[in-house]
C-alpha cells in the first residue's frame, strides 16, 4: 500500500475496535521498515471503519454544535419545499423564472445569502437582462440571463438619484 493511500485511510477511517485515531508508523517487528496503519491506543487492535460524518451524527440524534446543525440543515432542503418554492417564484415572477434550473439556481443563491424572495416586500428580485450578438451570417443569437436585485430597504443610506463622491 503507497503512503497516499495510508494518509487517506487515517484521515477517513477510524479504528474498528475502540473508535480511536488510527496513525501510520513503520513496523518495529520487520526488519525491512514497512509502514503500517495501527491503534495507538492499543497495539493488538486490528481493522479500520469509516469516520461517522456530522450529518450521520445528527440523524441518530447524537448532540452536535448547533452551527454545524445550521448548515447541514441548509444544505437538506427537501426536494418537495424546493419544488413548491421553485413553483411559487416562477408564479410570482413569470418573465424572469422561465425554466426550473434557473428557478433552482435563483432559490439556492437566495439560502446561501439567507434572503427570502416569496416575502412580501421581497428581500431579493429576480431580473431579465437580455443580450443579443451578431454572428457571422447575419445572424442575431439573443442570450437571456437572471440576475438577483436586492431592493433597497428603508434602512438604506442611499436612494435613486444621489451623487456618490469619494473623498
Given at each position: 500500500?503507497?503512503?497516499?493511500?495510508?494518509?487517506?485511510?487515517?484521515?477517513?477511517?477510524?479504528?474498528?475496535?475502540?473508535?480511536?485515531?488510527?496513525?501510520?508508523?513503520?513496523?518495529?517487528?520487520?526488519?525491512?521498515?514497512?509502514?503500517?496503519?495501527?491503534?495507538?491506543?492499543?497495539?493488538?487492535?486490528?481493522?479500520?471503519?469509516?469516520?461517522?460524518?456530522?450529518?450521520?451524527?445528527?440523524?441518530?440524534?447524537?448532540?452536535?454544535?448547533?452551527?454545524?446543525?445550521?448548515?447541514?440543515?441548509?444544505?437538506?432542503?427537501?426536494?418537495?419545499?424546493?419544488?413548491?418554492?421553485?413553483?411559487?417564484?416562477?408564479?410570482?415572477?413569470?418573465?424572469?423564472?422561465?425554466?426550473?434550473?434557473?428557478?433552482?439556481?435563483?432559490?439556492?443563491?437566495?439560502?446561501r445569502?439567507?434572503?427570502?424572495?416569496?416575502?412580501?416586500?421581497?428581500?431579493?428580485?429576480?431580473?431579465?437582462?437580455?443580450?443579443?450578438?451578431?454572428?457571422?451570417?447575419?445572424?442575431?443569437?439573443?442570450?437571456?440571463?437572471?440576475q438577483?436585485?436586492?431592493?433597497?430597504?428603508?434602512?438604506?443610506?442611499?436612494?435613486?438619484?444621489?451623487?456618490?463622491?469619494?473623498g
Amino acid at each position: 500500500m503507497e503512503y497516499e493511500e495510508m494518509k487517506n485511510i487515517v484521515a477517513t477511517q477510524v479504528c474498528a475496535q475502540c473508535g480511536g485515531e488510527l496513525t501510520i508508523r513503520t513496523n518495529p517487528v520487520d526488519d525491512t521498515n514497512n509502514l503500517e496503519i495501527w491503534c495507538p491506543h492499543n497495539p493488538d487492535h486490528h481493522g479500520y471503519v469509516e469516520r461517522e460524518t456530522y450529518t450521520q451524527a445528527m440523524r441518530r440524534g447524537e448532540e452536535i454544535h448547533p452551527a454545524i446543525v445550521s448548515a447541514i440543515e441548509r444544505k437538506m432542503v427537501p426536494k418537495d419545499d424546493l419544488g413548491r418554492a421553485m413553483n411559487l417564484l416562477a408564479l410570482r415572477y413569470p418573465n424572469a423564472i422561465v425554466d426550473p434550473p434557473t428557478a433552482a439556481l435563483f432559490i439556492m443563491d437566495c439560502a446561501r445569502l439567507d434572503i427570502d424572495p416569496l416575502i412580501s416586500p421581497a428581500e431579493a428580485v429576480p431580473i431579465p437582462f437580455k443580450s443579443r450578438k451578431k454572428k457571422s451570417g447575419g445572424q442575431v443569437e439573443e442570450k437571456v440571463t437572471v440576475q438577483m436585485i436586492l431592493p433597497r430597504t428603508a434602512g438604506s443610506p442611499w436612494r435613486p438619484g444621489d451623487v456618490l463622491t469619494s473623498g
